[in-house]
Structure formats: C-alpha cells, structure tokens
C-alpha cells in the first residue's frame, strides 16, 4: 500500500471515528449547553452585567470584551474532549477499536476533528450573539479569514491539551479539571478588563502569559488595529503547545494501549 492510500485510510477512519464522537456529542444535553447555551450566557453577563463598571476608554465595552468571551468558550467546550476521550478509555471502548482494522491514529483524531468543529460553532454563535448586541467590525473578509485562523490554531493547541489529560486520568471528572487552570488564565489576563489597574506582579504575569498575546492578536483584528508582535508571539505560544501536548499525548497513548 504506497502513502496516498495509507493517508486515504487514516483520513476515511478518522472521519468515522469524528462522526461517531458527534452522534454521542449532539444526545448530551451538557454539550450543547456549552455550545450554544453557555457563549449566549457569557455575552450577556459580561456586556450588560459587568460592561457599564469597566473602563475600556474609547472602545465600547462590547467590542472589548468579545475576544475574551470567544477564547473563554473555546477553552470551555474543549474541556468534553478530555471527559469524553476519558470515557472511552476507561470504559475499554478504544481497546474495541483496537482490534477492528482501523488506524490507530484516527481513534485521538476523531476526538480532535469533533473538538475543532464544535468549538467553530460555538464562535461563529459568539460572533451572531455579539453583532445583535452591537457589537461592529469594518474588517473585511481577509481580516476574518487571519482571526477564523489564530482562533483554529489556538483551539488546536488547547484540544491537543485536552486530549492529553483525558489520556492520564482515571475518571471522566478529573479529566476536565484542568479546565479550571485555563480559566485561571483567561481572567488574569486582559481578555475582560485592562491591565492597567491591576496590581504590578499581576500585571507582569497577565502580560506574559499564552492568553495574552492570543487575544490582543484576535482583538487588534477585529478593531482593524495593528497587531505588532502579538501574533507572532501568539503563533509560537500554539504551536509550541501544540508540538508538546500532541508528543506526550502520542507517548501515553501507545503506553496504554500497548
């Protein structure tokens, strides 16, 4: 069999292994709670609840704050990746798939094709949500299509995270705890407040820190702004990760299943 054809294979499995996690995905109720539910929840806390204390100077609170509320979800929703890709370890359901002629790569795979298109779907009802609350953008399509693509990249990154610790723990409780580190990040962090008042060796960290760079790339596009060094320190913070979590993930995967 020459590598097109092994490539076709992975691919064909790797769709039916992302079909079947969908199937699964779409009869939770919890799943499209977070999917729909919770970035409509999100929209209006933070504009109508929070928005009139925060001082964002000339920029409508709104527009401010709908980078941070698009990464927060994603962060959100990734979380079932890991809690289902643990179901399926523990209840033994990969080692079903192990003895059925698939490729094993497809198994992870269609964990992570699911994670990219649940979580495009969550953003593009944040984006909707937003516009019907006034939220504006005069970026055109090219702008889109650069934050359609750090926004990709970062939902990689944070799947490959996910499958990681769905991998290594023991239940489908403590594989979504890590959950709670991301949104540790996520608030200190200037995705709902400038940093500016916060205290100095908060700001220092909230500078520094992956989430950052992030979403002051997704939100210098989306006001049509220069974007500096941002994206690039952006890009290398997910690709980094990526690179990391998808080596680790792949050596624990072949442990366990070996």
């Not at 020459?2 to 490539?7: E, P």
Request: with cysteine; charged share 10%.
């Amino acid at each position: 069999m020459n590598s097109i054809s092994k490539f076709n294979n992975v691919l064909s499995d790797t769709m039916v292994m992302s079909k079947r996690v969908m199937s699964h995905a779409f009869r939770s109720m919890d799943t499209l709670i977070t999917v729909i539910a919770m970035p409509l929840m999100f929209m209006i806390m933070f504009v109508y609840v929070f928005g009139g204390s925060i001082d964002t100077g000339s920029v409508d609170y709104i527009n401010y704050v709908v980078p941070g509320i698009t990464v927060m979800c994603i962060a959100s929703g990734i979380a079932y990746t890991a809690a289902r890709l643990n179901s399926d370890m523990t209840q033994g359901i990969i080692e079903r798939f192990r003895s059925m002629p698939i490729a094993k790569s497809s198994i992870l795979g269609g964990h992570v094709l699911t994670s990219l298109v649940f979580n495009a779907f969550s953003t593009i009802v944040i984006i909707v949500c937003a516009i019907v609350m006034g939220f504006r953008s005069d970026i055109g399509i090219t702008g889109w299509l650069y934050i359609a693509g750090i926004l990709l990249l970062f939902t990689l990154a944070m799947t490959w995270v996910a499958v990681m610790f769905g991998l290594l723990a023991n239940s489908v409780e403590g594989a979504s705890a890590f959950i709670y580190i991301l949104m540790m990040l996520i608030f200190i962090s200037p995705a709902f407040a400038p940093t500016d008042s916060m205290p100095k060796i908060v700001r220092i960290f909230a500078e520094n820190q992956p989430m950052t760079p992030i979403i002051e790339t997704v939100r210098a596009l989306m006001m049509n702004e220069p974007v500096g060094n941002n994206a690039l320190i952006a890009v290398l913070w997910c690709v980094g990760i990526i690179i990391a979590f998808y080596i680790g993930s792949m050596k624990i995967y072949k442990r366990k299943t070996s």
